[in-house]
């Protein structure tokens, strides 16, 4: 037989359902001792147990499967709960008004407790190559797509920023560094490095111009991104690169 336990996740359903597994077993073995014979379930108990299991049963392998520590879980959760709310804990003729009534409580306590954090989920399974935009409506995609394009320029202008500070490091130390023997001859390249220093130092508009354009670079490389076929749903997101180049 299987204990609850409070600190285990699924073990009432555990409980229950070797319970009912082993119903036969157990009045037998409770039907031969006067002393315990009182405790054999009667229809009423089972029927109660059986509704329980059944509203319990279908969150066994949710449960398992978003408890992970070794792959990426938290995309999962709002098409986790887009599936318990359309089919897995969805009410059948066939329920008992207990099972109902749980399945019920059950989607009322998922939603309301992941309610505040629906900008987060939203955006996590955004970037899953596994799931993308399939459980995002179209009004948040489109918010979700200024965010990331918003985040990615930002990264660009950091790692720019890094870059020129590592140049200007490396400048100085040419400068500190005694001058050589010899000229060197001016080389072609040198004339394009020139220019390039040139434009670098160009007015304001051509800045707003370069950011215009990067900003367009970045949306378009979002959308190819966004129209690409979803990964296996067995793959590992963090390993995934070459499906989202």
Same mark, same amino acid.
């Given at each position: ?88 804990? &969805? ?5 008992? *008004?207990?099972?109902?009534? %749980?399945?019920?409580?059950?989607? $009322?306590? #998922? =939603? ?89 130092? &160009? ?5 707003? *111009?370069?950011?215009?354009? %990067?900003?367009?670079?970045?949306? $378009?490389? #979002? =959308? ?22």
């Amino acid at each position: 037989m299987v204990t609850d336990c409070s600190t285990r996740w699924g073990s009432t359903q555990k409980m229950i359902g070797r319970v009912l597994e082993q119903q036969s077993a157990l009045s037998k073995v409770l039907s031969t001792d006067r002393k315990v014979r009182h405790l054999l379930p009667s229809w009423q108990d089972l029927e109660v147990l059986e509704s329980v299991n059944k509203a319990l049963s279908p969150l066994q392998d949710f449960t398992d499967a978003l408890s992970g520590e070794r792959y990426v879980s938290i995309s999962c959760v709002k098409p986790a709960l887009h599936l318990l709310n359309t089919s897995v804990l &969805a009410e059948y003729e066939a329920d008992t *008004d207990l099972t109902k009534s %749980l399945k019920s409580n059950i989607l $009322s306590y #998922l =939603n309301n407790k992941y309610e505040d954090m629906q900008d987060l989920l939203n955006f996590t399974t955004f970037l899953d190559p596994r799931f993308r935009t399939q459980y995002i409506s179209e009004e948040e995609t489109q918010t979700l797509k200024e965010r990331a394009i918003t985040e990615l320029i930002e990264i660009h202008g950091q790692q720019s920023v890094a870059q020129r500070t590592a140049v200007m490091e490396n400048d100085s130390r040419d400068v500190e560094s005694p001058p050589a023997a010899k000229a060197k001859k001016k080389t072609l390249a040198s004339f394009f490095k020139e220019t390039t220093c040139t434009a670098s130092r &160009a007015p304001l508009s051509s800045t707003f *111009d370069s950011m215009s354009q %990067l900003r367009e670079a970045v949306a $378009s490389e #979002l =959308n190819v991104y966004i129209y690409m076929p979803c990964v296996d749903h067995v793959e590992d997101p963090l390993k995934c690169g070459s499906y989202t180049k």
